[in-house]
């Protein structure tokens, strides 16, 4: 056997730069398969030991604390911890205070490693249960910052998915550039073989021994390249992005040469048998026509595929399920995109050639001829840059867009770029529960931190069935600053428009750095009053004189600042009434904190006593702020009904001729107070007007646009009619919510309810205000948007897209070249026959040159148009995929780094030049070679 092949090796020399091609093309797909793989596999445990480096400690740490034996609990909690986490890597700290013992469990950031998030995840979930369970009996436990952590670490299980989900994108597209490249430069090696083969075939070798002997050749060659290739790029990615872990490591290195090694042999083997088949057929237009039926059917299954794949694709439900045509539905559609696009490269030589053949000259004319000529074969590399540049395209627009679409999600879900939680879901007590004078400032203003009121609620009503809800009421003037989203997902300014309301009230004058007292004339009037007093068998006795009837009066004031913040201001008690006689004049004084300007938005007259009263009338005639009078309203304010047992208090009730009420007055005929003993009768006061809020309602609700809502709180409700709908409100997850303008929410809300619920979150559009947050309310809970720390993992998932589309411009302009020099090969004849008729090497060298020039234009142009088609096709919601915690009714606004894009085509373009003039100098060399020999 060696005596019969010795030939056929010993000839092999002729074929040494061919040789070096396939081994350099194996060892750059390696290269670029063992970067990808060690992006996906490696890079992803980097990303997250950093993630959780930088993450806030009570953003990873879940606390438990139980009282007990604190030795014997801690045993038992720690059991819980090994039955919860099983081998994953969990930090315990044990403190211990008095009969309290107090866990601290979070993830070891130096051990933890991708697989270990979903067990993570879980037991993270398991154990505060499971710890309750343990401790029933010692009076349970409490836990602290479970649902923090847990959706955190839910976010960091869904980005880690989302490479692993991207990881067969770029490595199907080195697959099919490389498949093609090394399929043609097979076919080189073969038809550099013609005379090895044939001398094979005199002495008696079969096909199958001949391709067998191709596969050998391929495996030496293929090995060696993608060894080298798989060990450079490996070993470069890794010392930038993977985890010090050799073993994975010494994995992708083998894996990555492995598959490039198998891809080079089946593509050669390939090549061969295609040749020998090919040269069996009976007549070269037979063949032609055979091959061309051959080329449309499979180009139109190759486009049936991907518009499956790609209908696939847009399934979230099938991409999650690991569809195996979803997860390749890129790569498919620009392999289909690029095969088609490069079908219409000969008609358009043809056409070319046929107009430049009507116009005098001969470098234009006849290039054209030989281009039109030699179209199929400058289809492939016309295909595989079509590949190379649409993946360009759609790699830069799925990172400019995915970095678009996480900054929106973390704005929209997140409600702005950071957010303090300074207080508790409690109702209002007093001015105790505003917000810190740092965040109602004007400092804080200017920098556009917002306090934001969060209610939870029900609704139910005709239009919409019973559920719960979230409601985020937060000053709609800033919301442009705060959400600088795409206007088809949340347009602000429409928003603005149709939450924002002036608020009737009372302006109680300039901002203060210091409290004020607040000062409320009141003039009251009792006809009668009636105390009855019970006897030792409890029969009522005589009543007492009305002297002796102590009633008193109390007012609280609801003030409300610029952004919302609102505080009850309770007064002293007045003196007890006058019965009986002329009205008499009281001054109730309460404490303006700092800050404002404030507004009086609503008052409460509240009556307590022993006696009935008849004839009652309560009128406040002046307002003034440490000694300066206020300007009461011109219109009377009503009774807020639903807010209180009004027990028969009537505003502005007019009980006599000629009395003229102002514009805070109550009046009764009756009011029973001796059978209400240590409680009383109150009323609130407030402008008159429509108490209904203007929301935008979440699709999720299923609100339409003029549906009025009921929403029922703990502390809160109120009525709430629908101006309109958005894919999902600002600070939810995307679920069912409200948004309303705080201020007019404020109204509603104290309008129907007697306590409502203090704000306790604040808002700012700006990293930088992280500070001012900080020094403002040093208690406070800085949180960020959770999808930062999905931003590392999404920029793996363009990284790997980039190494694809590298790779695929690697391949075609390699193929790009190899076709050029096989059709200058093949047309070696012709150059003398044009020489003899006049034709310079110079002419020569540019007529040759038409044809891997146009080649290389029409690939940029139609690349350029297949990636904004595949962008516009997969793009959506390969960026979705890439931030799985982002709301589902999010648009994803498509928008390309045209820059990027153009860098991209540049390179393209610069190599397509490069090769185009080593081609044409090439050529020049060989022709004016021929020329000498002619003469």
């Not at 498949?179 to 096909?207: C, I, K, N």
């Not at 919601?877 to 931030?883: D, L, P």
Request: proline letters at 6%.
């Amino acid at each position: 056997m060696l005596d019969a092949i010795r030939p056929w090796l010993l000839r092999s020399r002729r074929r040494t730069a061919l040789l070096l091609v396939v081994t350099l093309t194996a060892a750059v797909l390696a290269a670029v398969a063992g970067v990808t793989l060690t992006l996906v596999l490696q890079a992803p445990t980097t990303d997250l030991r950093n993630a959780l480096r930088d993450l806030p400690a009570a953003s990873q740490t879940l606390r438990i604390e139980a009282s007990g034996d604190g030795p014997t609990q801690d045993r038992a909690f720690r059991s819980l911890v090994t039955r919860s986490f099983g081998d994953v890597p969990v930090r315990v700290r044990t403190t211990v205070s008095g009969d309290t013992t107090r866990w601290d469990v979070s993830p070891d950031p130096a051990r933890i490693t991708q697989d270990d998030l979903v067990a993570l995840h879980a037991g993270f979930e398991r154990l505060p249960a499971a710890a309750a369970r343990q401790f029933a009996a010692d009076g349970g436990t409490t836990t602290q910052h479970a649902a923090t952590v847990q959706e955190n670490t839910a976010v960091l299980v869904g980005a880690v998915a989302a490479v692993r989900a991207t990881a067969p994108v770029p490595l199907s597209i080195v697959v099919i550039a490389g498949a093609v490249a090394l399929f043609l430069t097979g076919r080189l090696l073969v038809e550099g073989r013609v005379v090895e083969d044939r001398l094979l075939r005199a002495r008696g070798a079969s096909d199958t021994r001949i391709v067998g002997l191709a596969g050998i050749e391929a495996l030496v060659v293929g090995a060696i390249g993608a060894a080298v290739g798989s060990t450079a790029g490996t070993l470069w990615a890794a010392s930038r992005w993977a985890a010090a872990d050799s073993t994975s490591t010494g994995r992708d290195v083998v894996v990555a040469a492995a598959s490039v090694t198998v891809l080079t042999v089946a593509a050669t083997t390939a090549a061969a048998a295609w040749r020998g088949h090919s040269a069996d057929a009976r007549t070269s237009g037979r063949a032609s026509r055979v091959a061309a039926v051959r080329a449309a059917a499979v180009v139109l299954l190759l486009d049936l595929v991907a518009a499956v794949a790609v209908w696939r694709f847009g399934s979230q439900r099938a991409g999650v399920a690991g569809d195996p045509l979803a997860v390749i539905a890129p790569a498919v559609l620009l392999t289909a995109l690029g095969v088609t696009g490069a079908l219409g490269l000969p008609a358009l030589l043809g056409v070319l050639a046929r107009v430049s053949g009507r116009r005098p000259g001969f470098v234009r004319p006849v290039g054209l001829r030989l281009a039109a000529g030699d179209g199929r074969r400058l289809s492939v590399p016309a295909a595989l840059l079509v590949l190379a540049v649409a993946s360009g395209v759609l790699s830069t627009t799925v990172d400019a867009s995915t970095r678009g679409f996480l900054q929106d999600t973390g704005r929209i879900a997140h409600g702005a770029a950071v957010r303090a939680d300074v207080g508790g879901p409690v109702p209002l007590d007093g001015a105790s529960d505003l917000l810190p004078l740092g965040l109602r400032d004007q400092r804080a203003i200017d920098a556009g931190v917002r306090p934001v009121l969060r209610l939870s609620g029900t609704t139910g009503d005709a239009t919409q069935a019973d559920g719960p809800v979230a409601v985020v009421g937060v000053d709609t003037a800033s919301l442009p600053a705060m959400l600088p989203v795409a206007p088809r997902t949340f347009d602000v300014q429409r928003v603005v428009r149709g939450l924002r309301a002036d608020l009737p009230g009372v302006a109680l004058g300039a901002a203060r750095k210091a409290s004020s007292t607040l000062e409320i004339g009141v003039r009251t009037s009792i006809g009668s009053a009636n105390p009855a007093t019970a006897g030792i068998d409890g029969a009522d006795t005589a009543p007492r004189t009305p002297a002796h009837a102590d009633t008193r009066l109390r007012a609280v004031a609801w003030v409300v600042d610029r952004v919302g913040d609102v505080a009850p201001l309770r007064s002293s008690p007045s003196g007890a009434l006058r019965i009986g006689s002329s009205p008499a004049a009281q001054t109730l004084q309460a404490t303006l904190p700092p800050g404002g300007p404030w507004r009086l938005a609503a008052l409460d007259l509240a009556l307590q006593g022993g006696a009935d009263l008849e004839d009652l009338d309560v009128d406040v005639q002046s307002l003034a702020v440490s000694g300066t009078r206020v300007v009461l309203p011109s219109r009377p304010w009503t009774a807020a009904a639903p807010a209180y047992d009004a027990s028969g208090l009537r505003a502005g009730a007019v009980a006599e001729p000629g009395h003229k009420p102002g514009p805070f007055d109550v009046r009764a005929e009756r009011l029973p107070l001796a059978s209400q003993p240590g409680s009383g009768s109150a009323v609130r006061l407030m402008p008159a007007g429509d108490r209904v809020v203007p929301v935008i309602a979440s699709t999720a609700t299923g609100s339409a646009v003029g549906d009025t809502i009921a929403v029922d709180g703990a502390w809160a409700s109120f009525r709430a009619r629908v101006v309109a709908t958005a894919p999902t409100v600002p600070g939810t997850d995307g679920g069912a919510a409200y948004l309303a303008d705080l201020p007019t929410l404020d109204q509603a809300v104290l309008a129907a309810s007697q306590r409502p619920q203090r704000v306790r979150e604040a808002w700012a559009p700006h990293d930088d205000d992280r500070s001012l947050l900080t020094r403002a309310a040093p208690a406070a809970t800085i949180a960020e948007p959770s999808t930062g720390l999905e931003s590392g993992f999404a920029r793996l998932v363009v990284l790997a897209l980039l190494a694809g589309t590298a790779a695929a411009l690697f391949c075609a302009v390699l193929i790009l070249a190899a076709t050029a020099a096989a059709v200058a090969r093949d047309r070696q004849d012709e150059a003398l026959g044009l020489r003899m008729v006049g034709a310079s090497a110079s002419q020569q060298s540019r007529v040759r040159a038409i044809g891997p020039a146009l080649t290389g234009a029409f690939g940029l142009v139609i690349g350029v148009v297949a990636g904004i088609a595949s962008a516009a096709l997969v793009g959506v919601t390969a960026v979705r995929a890439s931030v799985p915690s982002a709301p589902g009714g999010l648009g994803v606004p498509l928008v390309p780094t045209w820059w990027v894009v153009g860098a991209v085509v540049g390179v393209a373009a610069i190599a397509v030049v490069v090769v185009t003039a080593t081609h044409a100098s090439a050529v020049r060399r060989a022709a004016a070679h021929t020329g000498r020999e002619a003469r």
